[in-house]
């Protein structure tokens, strides 16, 4: 009994983990200047409709560059209405099916279009309220070569927004000691960082923006969080939450399964997903599938309160639902994830293993 005993304790531990975001020793305050030294790479294809966001932009405009595959007509065609609306362009034909934002920054960092020193990462449905410019100050004046910022979801009417919305709050507090969680809707990085983090990328999707943060970290770069809002589109219907996710836990997988090895220096995050997500994921939906009506009341309250009292910052009514949709999550998409996995590495042929591998050679020269 003592390993079970061990267990919980461990379990609790992980729980409680976001009450390390009181520590903000790697976390950036935007001062009160700006810079204007940045570009805003915008990697689109397939299809026009996911330049959602052009409007917000449309301020900006002399900062961003659209990077677009134009192997599809469609985006071959959308390339000419773009410049004739006055937006930079940078074309190019991907070697990756489906083509991945990753590799079309890469083609324009390779290509000698982007002189500034540092770019943003920014999907298309993607946002700042507030001037770019400031997250910018701050990552110049902390000299950081890569930095993650808060993405919030843009909508939370819907009962399936508003859960989207406490669980981006929650993750977003974990980024304060894990800073290296980068997602694709925004990362700010110095460019010569990030041409070389794209090069020893594998450009396998999904996952592909956080391998971003983690080839950060093996090349011992300096990694910080910018505690800066940007908000993104969410799914708004449970269908297509259910997508999304899948495509997640896929990647998830990828990350924390496939490239074991190479996230050994990262123990707690691997002790998580590895052992108490995809180990214990039948253990959860066996008990989730038997557990009596006497004994599912206490341990959902028992997690709300855990929610509440690790994540104070955030507090919400929502967290008294929370518990349900992370319990269903944690305990059914692994397996979901699991499948599309295997579906996408049999289609590519790859089983997407990092390309940095375990052993880490020497840190990144930093330019001066």
């Avoid at 805003?40 to 917000?56: M, Q, S, T, W």
């Avoid at 400031?134 to 819907?158: H, W």
């Avoid at 998409?333 to 289609?347: C, D, E, N, Q, S």
Wanted: glycine fraction near 6%; proline fraction near 5%; hydrophobic fraction near 45%.
């Amino acid at each position: 009994m003592h390993w079970l005993a061990l267990l919980g304790v461990a379990v609790l531990a992980l729980d409680f983990q976001n009450v390390l975001s009181h520590w903000r020793g790697w976390v950036l305050k935007p001062p009160f200047r700006r810079s204007d030294d940045f570009t805003i790479l915008v990697p689109l294809y397939g299809d026009p409709k996911y330049f959602r966001n052009r409007d917000e932009l449309f301020a900006r405009q002399s900062n961003v560059l659209l990077c677009l595959d134009v192997s599809d007509p469609r985006m071959a065609d959308f390339a000419k209405v773009a410049v004739a609306l006055g937006w930079r362009v940078f074309e190019t034909i991907c070697e990756h099916l489906p083509p991945g934002p990753s590799e079309l920054c890469l083609k324009a960092l390779q290509a000698g279009v982007v002189t500034t020193g540092y770019v943003v990462r920014f999907d298309g449905d993607t946002y700042a309220p507030v001037d770019l410019g400031y997250a910018i100050a701050a990552a110049e004046e902390a000299d950081a070569d890569v930095c993650s910022v808060k993405v919030l979801p843009t909508a939370r009417g819907k009962v399936v927004e508003a859960l989207q919305d406490i669980e981006y709050d929650m993750s977003m507090m974990s980024r304060h000691f894990r800073p290296w969680t980068t997602s694709g809707a925004c990362i700010i990085a110095k460019r010569d960082a990030m041409q070389h983090i794209l090069e020893h990328h594998s450009h396998w999707f999904p996952g592909e923006d956080m391998e971003t943060g983690r080839i950060a970290i093996h090349y011992r770069m300096r990694v910080r969080h910018i505690d800066f809002k940007v908000y993104t589109d969410v799914p708004d219907s449970w269908r297509a939450l259910f997508r999304q996710r899948r495509m997640w836990w896929a990647g998830n997988f990828r990350h924390v399964v496939v490239n074991f090895d190479s996230n050994l220096r990262m123990p707690a995050w691997v002790l998580y997903y590895v052992f108490l997500v995809y180990a214990l994921a039948a253990g959860k939906l066996d008990h989730l599938l038997g557990a009596t009506l006497s004994v599912m009341p206490p341990l959902l309250l028992i997690y709300t309160g855990i929610s509440v009292l690790a994540n104070w910052q955030v507090r919400s009514r929502w967290m008294i639902a929370y518990p349900y949709y992370s319990l269903l999550q944690s305990a059914l998409m692994p397996f979901f994830g699991l499948l599309f996995y295997v579906r996408i590495a049999w289609k590519r042929r790859t089983l997407g293993r990092y390309v940095i591998g375990f052993r880490r050679p020497p840190a990144f020269a930093r330019e001066t």
